[in-house]
């Protein structure tokens, strides 16, 4: 499976954006997929998850009411969109996905196998 991640860009606070994960290769439709955001000098960290089934989503504490994760399995394609933006939120955003994750591994980044380039968001005060 092959990621590419785009939709980042220069916005202000308060803005939106949306985020695009295009899988190519097999249909992700069997995978979860993750979006995890990397600050400069800061660790890679969780943001959220969707199971293959588009059911069952799942946020880190500070995306929870404020993005969205969804996915359209006749594209091949899962979507962040993110509301209310801050400048907290800047950072490298990363699409990843694999095929057997639990519940349990779903925040965890080594838990999944393949990756996408990354998308860079900076949000301005």
């Known amino acids: 499976v092959q990621l590419q991640a785009s939709g980042g860009g220069l916005v202000q606070a308060g803005a939106s954006l949306r985020l695009s994960c295009v899988a190519s290769?097999?249909?992700?439709?069997?995978?979860?997929v993750g979006w995890f955001r990397q600050a400069p000098g800061k660790e890679r960290e969780f943001v959220a998850a969707?199971?293959?089934?588009?059911?069952?989503?799942h946020y880190s504490s500070f995306a929870k009411g404020r993005f969205t994760i969804s996915r359209d399995n006749t594209k091949n394609t899962v979507f962040l969109q993110m509301d209310s933006l801050n400048p907290e939120d800047t950072a490298v955003y990363y699409c990843?996905?694999?095929?057997?994750?639990?519940?349990?591994?779903?925040?965890?980044?080594?838990?999944?196998?393949?990756w996408g380039q990354g998308t860079l968001v900076t949000v301005s005060s």
């Open positions: 969707i199971f293959r089934s588009g059911s069952s989503t």
């Open positions: 990843a996905t694999d095929r057997s994750l639990i519940l349990s591994s779903l925040r965890i980044a080594n838990q999944y196998n393949y």
């Open positions: 290769g097999p249909s992700i439709r069997s995978y979860t």
